[in-house]
């Protein structure tokens, strides 16, 4: 069965969901998973589709879209974020796919940006923003994530399988001119016998520019399944290539629901942080539940089931009933992901570019 079949139609009334879960039947009204963890951020797909085709993450050619009709429109985002927030919920992060392939991303930006949130994110390869920068910024967003894995055009080319290093770059540049925007963090995969050159060049990139240098341990989430433990370049590796080659880093304190460890220089200009999932997993203070772009609900990047919200949402479920089914559906969030445990290891349902990273 392809991975993007469209969901079962069949519609599960809403009191079979309502009696099942022991959140929903305590009369609670926030997100606290079995394990006892409240989820506070919301990451939501806009769409599946990208422009680039990165080795890690889709296959060259041959990907399945989603059918048009299945992605949510802004008002059914904006009405689960809403919901979301009379949850808990503070963060909201807008991801794909790439985002800014949405044709009129930022006026959903300025409607999510009306509600009372800590934090309202992009996770862009950043291919559009020299054009998108000014718009998002006056539609309210407030902090972006651009993934760049290399710093050089040949190689640019070699991981994305598309040109287009100069257009991110500019529009890092042109981010800087609006300061609502901060921190601008830069997403580095890394990868083992790849990206090891690049490392000083990435932590002099964060000293020169006002730019957070995020390293992420490459995961198994690429659609090709080409994922291998070898090809794992750890945090500790690189945090050991910079102090080696550069000058030592200095921590600095995170959140504890914070995925990454975040360090400065010792003469305090520029920061890098490693984002290190597969060596270090953080699941344990995990407080993140992932939308997909045709409205399923995923409550870990690896998880196997789904809770339909698309359905509900267009069969003229109440708000209580949406809420009901959130709160059922992180009553039984995973408790951690399994890479490091073997056979245990069951990959997740979708890609990462299914998902929504
Ligand atoms: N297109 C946007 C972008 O490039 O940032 C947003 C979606 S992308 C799926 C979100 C993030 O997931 C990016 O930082 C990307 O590098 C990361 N990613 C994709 N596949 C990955 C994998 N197999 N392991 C680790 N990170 C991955």
Excluded at 157 to 186: F, M, T, W
Excluded at 258 to 279: C, H, K, L, M, Q
Excluded at 307 to 322: E, F, M, T
Excluded at 325 to 343: D, P, R, Y
Aim: hydrophobic fraction near 40%; charge should be neutral.
């Amino acid at each position: 069965m392809s991975l993007l079949a469209d969901p079962p139609t069949s519609f599960v009334p809403f009191s079979t969901l309502v009696a099942r879960g022991p959140a929903a039947s305590a009369g609670t009204r926030s997100l606290i998973d079995g394990y006892g963890r409240q989820i506070r951020d919301l990451r939501i797909s806009v769409t599946d589709r990208c422009n680039f085709r990165c080795v890690y993450c889709m296959p060259e050619e041959g990907m399945q879209w989603l059918k048009r009709e299945t992605i949510l429109s802004f008002e059914e985002i904006e009405r689960i974020a809403k919901i979301g927030v009379e949850l808990g919920i503070e963060e909201v992060r807008l991801t794909g796919g790439e985002p800014t392939l949405r044709p009129d991303l930022p006026e959903l930006v300025e409607r999510l940006a009306q509600l009372p949130l800590r934090s309202l994110s992009l996770t862009t390869n950043g291919f559009l923003l020299r054009s998108l920068a000014r718009p998002l910024a006056e539609a309210g967003l407030k902090r972006i994530n651009v993934s760049l894995d290399t710093l050089q055009h040949d190689r640019f080319h070699q991981i994305a399988r598309r040109r287009g290093l100069d257009e991110v770059l500019a529009g890092l540049e042109e981010l800087e001119r609006y300061p609502s925007i901060s921190p601008i963090k830069v997403n580095v995969v890394a990868m083992r016998d790849f990206t090891e050159d690049e490392v000083v060049a990435f932590a002099e990139l964060s000293r020169r520019k006002p730019y957070v240098i995020r390293f992420i341990e490459f995961m198994p989430l690429d659609a090709d399944g080409n994922w291998q433990r070898e090809r794992v370049l750890s945090g500790a590796e690189i945090k050991a290539i910079i102090e080696r080659d550069f000058m030592p880093l200095v921590p600095v304190p995170a959140e504890p629901s914070s995925t990454s460890r975040r360090y400065t220089f010792a003469d305090g200009v520029g920061e890098v942080g490693f984002i290190n999932p597969v060596s270090q997993p953080f699941c344990g203070t995990c407080n993140r539940i992932r939308l997909t772009a045709d409205g399923q609900l995923r409550t870990c990047l690896f998880s196997i089931d789904e809770s339909d919200l698309r359905l509900p949402l267009r069969s003229g479920a109440s708000d209580k009933q949406i809420a009901d089914i959130l709160i059922e559906a992180v009553s039984h969030k995973e408790l951690k992901h399994k890479i490091n445990e073997g056979e245990a290891f069951q990959r997740a349902s979708r890609s990462m570019s299914q998902i929504g990273g």
